[in-house]
């Protein structure tokens, strides 16, 4: 059991005059599937960073069972994004001197389970032709599920999506979203960003953004 | 696996950036070649000197007005001369501050004269074995007499894996070699004085009669002489006088001198080169910025990725370090002989431990230019947060 808790995040980017997210609270835990809707630029992207670790927010706190993550060391920040957090990049990332195998594979290598099926989850995204290429030879929508299945390698508490049915069809699309659903059975808790109302259902916690504002819908 | 996902991305990198790559060596490998030949030359130098000043046995030498060598020449370079002096000045130079003199009388073969079994031209130097305490402290085996007919060779003297051979249509046997003295001796073949003089008067008969006739004098002072007393003493004769200890001091100082300035050359030319090279490996991290990003989002921690690009500028900086280091291996002698030859120093012998040494020393410079090198542009990189490093690189 987890519990991650955003308290009065807003974030500012140097540069700009106004507060791109602006004091949001947030509480998520093991088991929850969390849905952010809004309008773009509304800091959909921005909230997700930073209750990911991945950005440091101007002011407020994001605690991990009371602990707040950037008051800890760059060193114990890193394991605690390995361990606890996959990130589905709204662009999609990988490193493109590994095939999409050997990305899984590092992937794996930072996550909770040394030992988890790769061959699995290859299968499960359909990349059983993909898994020895370079990811600069594949589709759009191949990539986003290679990037989707190194995140699953690492078997992580929190998946943090951003958009992740951009580039799929609507075939795929639906599959990984069900594929995000099956996490809650095993008490993982899910974090998704859209703007597509088709993949919102009753089950979800919902919120909206609205210029930067986080209201429960 | 770690490791080797990390070795497959170092290679993979390293082939797609080709150019940067070349860029980068060609850096390492100039300044590697450089800090290598530069070092070496010094270092061969002053254990040259130091050598030389250990075990030079002589306090004076005494050579001829026509010698066409200044002092440190007649020391230390080997280079060919044959002028000579009547025997008649050891009397003008031998008094009551004298322990010991010993004469010496060189002689030169002609190269490719068909009258020896070697194309070389060596420098044959006749000791007086009886007084002689100039080489024999440096003769590798012990040796009793030195009959005719018998040659002991100098260091860098090449009749390696000869046994016997001609010189002057007389036959010789090496029966012996000398360690490293970092003077003329090690380019010269020593034998007996008596044989040397009669092999001049058939060979040269152009030459002053080398029975009454000598190229130099070595003299070893009393321990309780001054050797500025002494030289007084002397003032005026027909000859060159060398004070061995203030050459050697005049020569220390240049040589001082002269690795000051080499060393400091070699200083700015390192730190340009981390400039160069650390602005290379930057761009190069920052060609891949957004794929830092995303592994640090994976939970990559800043020493795994130093271990990274470590693992990538390392591969590329020891190839070409040790590159480098071999072409300065190669060029350190001719180097040697050319400082020996025109600025007359003292240089000892460079062998396998010497060249090992400074093969090693070319390295283990090459891996501290790479580390800096790659330590400078990651703290910079690394003052990025993840979502930085990815935004910097998609725009
Ligand atoms: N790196 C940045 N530097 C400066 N401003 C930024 C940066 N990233 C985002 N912003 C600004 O912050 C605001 C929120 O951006 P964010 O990416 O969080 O929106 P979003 O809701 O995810 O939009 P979208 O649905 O289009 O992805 C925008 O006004 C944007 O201009
Ligand atoms: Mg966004």
């Not at chain 1, 059983?128 to 594949?138: Q, T, V």
């Not at chain 1, 597509?196 to 916690?205: H, K, P």
């Not at chain 2, 290379?280 to 990003?293: A, C, L, N, S, T």
């Not at chain 2, 002989?337 to 120093?345: D, E, I, P, Q």
Request: glycine share 6%; with cysteine; net charge negative.
């Amino acid at each position: 059991m987890f519990e991650l808790t955003i308290e009065k995040v807003t974030k500012q980017y140097s540069g700009n005059d106004y507060q791109a997210v602006k004091s949001c609270d947030m509480k998520i835990k093991s088991g929850d599937f969390i849905s952010i809707q809004g309008e773009s630029g509304s800091g959909k992207s921005s909230l997700l960073l930073m209750m990911s670790g991945l950005l440091p927010p101007t002011s407020g706190r994001v605690l991990w069972n009371g602990e707040s993550i950037y008051d800890m060391s760059d060193n114990a920040l890193s394991i605690w994004r390995s361990k606890n957090v996959g990130y589905l990049f709204q662009n999609v990332q990988l490193v493109q001197a590994l095939t999409v195998r050997e990305n899984m594979l590092l992937s794996r290598s930072f996550g909770n389970d040394p030992t988890l099926d790769i061959e699995a989850l290859i299968t499960l995204f359909g990349l059983e032709d993909e898994a020895n290429k370079l990811p600069s030879l594949l589709s759009g929508g191949q990539r986003r599920r290679a990037m989707i299945a190194c995140v699953l390698s690492r078997d992580p508490l929190i998946v943090c999506a951003d958009e992740p049915t951009n580039d799929l069809d609507s075939v795929w699309a639906s599959k990984i979203m069900a594929i995000l659903n099956d996490l809650k059975k095993k008490d993982k808790a899910i974090v998704l960003v859209t703007h597509d109302s088709r993949w919102i259902t009753d089950d979800q916690i919902q919120y909206v953004m609205e210029n930067g504002e986080l209201n429960q819908a | 696996m770690f490791n080797k996902l990390f070795g497959t991305i170092a290679l993979s990198n390293i082939s797609r950036r080709k150019q940067l790559v070349a860029i980068v060596s060609i850096c390492i490998i100039i300044s590697i070649f450089l800090f290598v030949l530069v070092w070496g030359t010094l270092d061969a130098t002053k254990a040259g000197l130091k050598l030389n000043q250990e075990r030079h046995g002589a306090d004076v030498v005494v050579y001829p007005l026509e010698s066409k060598l200044d002092d440190s020449g007649i020391l230390y370079s080997g280079v060919a001369q044959s002028v000579y002096m009547p025997s008649s000045i050891l009397d003008e130079i031998d008094n009551e501050y004298v322990d010991s003199i010993t004469t010496q009388y060189f002689l030169q073969t002609l190269p490719g004269g068909g009258c020896c079994s070697t194309e070389l031209e060596l420098r044959l130097v006749g000791i007086d074995w009886d007084t002689d305490f100039l080489v024999k402290p440096w003769i590798k085996d012990k040796i009793d007499t030195l009959k005719d007919g018998e040659i002991i060779a100098g260091c860098n003297v090449d009749i390696e894996g000869l046994v016997s051979l001609t010189i002057l249509n007389y036959p010789m046997t090496i029966i012996s070699s000398l360690e490293p003295t970092g003077s003329f001796l090690d380019d010269s073949v020593v034998c007996n004085i008596g044989l040397l003089r009669n092999l001049a008067k058939i060979n040269f008969p152009e030459n002053p009669d080398p029975f009454s006739s000598i190229t130099c004098a070595m003299v070893r002072l009393d321990k309780n002489a001054s050797i500025d007393t002494y030289l007084d003493s002397i003032i005026g004769i027909s000859a060159n006088v060398i004070s061995v200890t203030d050459l050697q001091i005049k020569l220390q100082n240049e040589i001082g001198m002269f690795s000051t300035i080499l060393t400091l050359l070699l200083a700015v030319i390192m730190i340009l080169c981390v400039i160069a090279i650390s602005s290379q490996f930057y761009m190069m991290i920052h060609m891949r910025i957004k794929e830092v990003g995303y592994l640090r989002s994976i939970g990559m921690t800043r020493s795994q990725l130093f271990r990274m690009f470590i693992m990538e500028f390392g591969l590329i900086g020891l190839s070409s370090g040790f590159f480098g280091s071999l072409i300065g291996m190669a060029l350190i002698g001719p180097m040697i002989n050319w400082v020996r030859s025109n600025l007359t120093m003292p240089v000892s012998v460079v062998d396998i431990k010497f060249m090992l040494i400074h093969l090693l020393l070319g390295i283990v410079i090459t891996l501290m230019l790479c580390l800096i090198s790659t330590i400078i542009p990651l703290i910079i990189t690394n003052r990025l947060s993840p979502h930085e490093m990815i935004t910097k690189g998609e725009l």
